[in-house]
């Protein structure tokens, strides 16, 4: 597998866009406030991206389904370059929200489609090869912000902008020049199989409990990019020092787990690892907010290992259970019950934390987390 040029494509690939999303992850919400002198309008940041991420995630999957991976994986990288050309050229809010539209779109694929690739060339050995390309995404967006703090005497303001553009066309360049367009399943016509397979499918309650557990795993990965940190800063008076350890724990525990996780599900299966995935992040999300500082790192952490524990074992599971012919479909599925969750979980914590209190909000969401769990290892049992 390590040595299939595919997989080392898409990895490599991946990696030096992921590099550049972090590079640029904190430069947006500047860019806004220079442009606008106000920060009121950031929090469309992530509602423009999500809109489209979101609403994409199917049509995509089951194109994908139908003319092969590469293709689509290719579009994305370059709908990102565009993205990064729009964040750096134009000096109008409404043309940084149109490149987060943009990149939005661009992500799907890169996301999606790529463990679908790999489920269909590698199927007795799936959870491994998703878990290693995973986690070399979140050691991308580990790395990003360092790499973007050591290049900003050569790329000073805009220009990280264009550097992460040229990070997503090097990108496009290796899937072009090394990836398999790899087809999934018989040629069947994409209406055929999507019409004969998927009422049955989300008509079945293991399915459906695991796509409820895969918007919980959405939220509770939203709030640990904007909720958490806010309480941090705010509640728990963590430095920037502080709050940078914290995102770089997160992102480190997720790759570790992948890492870890991805060869154990795919020879004791996903049932154990899914539940256990989400009591784990559920305690962790449920006790931080009562620790001090250092033992409030130690829950999150703990509580990004079970969120990344989660996401592997889910993802091959719903993988397994569909043909070839689905697999870019399923795939697209799940990004979008993550991305709804993603989107709405924090909007909905945030305001249970504003009306209630913080910890109030983090226990109702670590009690909803727990029950999925039970919920999935009741329904995926025998």
Known sequence: MLRDKSVIGLNMAVFMMMVGVGMVVARLPHRIIEITGSAGLVGYLSST???????????????????????????????????????????????????????????????????????????????????????????????????????????????????????????ALVIGLTVENIRAGEKKTENEVFSKYMPGLVSNNRVLITFAGIVLYGAGYGIFLTVIPAFLICSKHFSPGYTGLYFSLFYIAVS???????????KAGQRAFMSGGLVIAGAGIGIFSQLDVTACLAALTLASLGLGIFYLSSMAYLNGIVSSDLKGTISGAYYCFWGIGMFFGPLILGHLCDTLSPETGFCILSFAIIFEAVAIFLKHRG
């Not at 370059?81 to 939005?104: C, N, P």
């Not at 220009?159 to 997503?168: D, H, K, M, S, V």
């Not at 570790?256 to 795919?266: E, H």
């Open 256 to 266: 570790v787990s992948q890492l870890i996780v991805g060869p154990l599900a795919d």
């Open 49 to 171: 991206f999500a809109i489209s991420y979101i609403i994409l995630q199917l049509p995509v999957g089951r194109l994908s389904d139908r003319t092969g991976f590469k293709p689509l994986l290719m579009t994305g990288y370059l709908l990102c370059a565009l993205a990064g050309i729009l964040f750096y050229a134009f000096e109008r809010a409404d043309s940084i929200f149109i490149g987060r539209l943009v990149q939005g779109a661009g992500e799907v694929p890169v996301w999606a489609l790529a463990p679908a690739l790999l489920s269909v060339k590698y199927p007795l050995s799936k959870g491994k090869a998703m878990g290693i390309y995973n986690a070399v995404i979140h050691l991308g967006l580990t790395m990003g912000p360092v790499l973007g703090v050591m290049v900003a005497e050569i790329c000073p303001g805009n220009q990280i902008f264009l550097l992460y553009a040229g990070t997503c066309l090097a990108g």
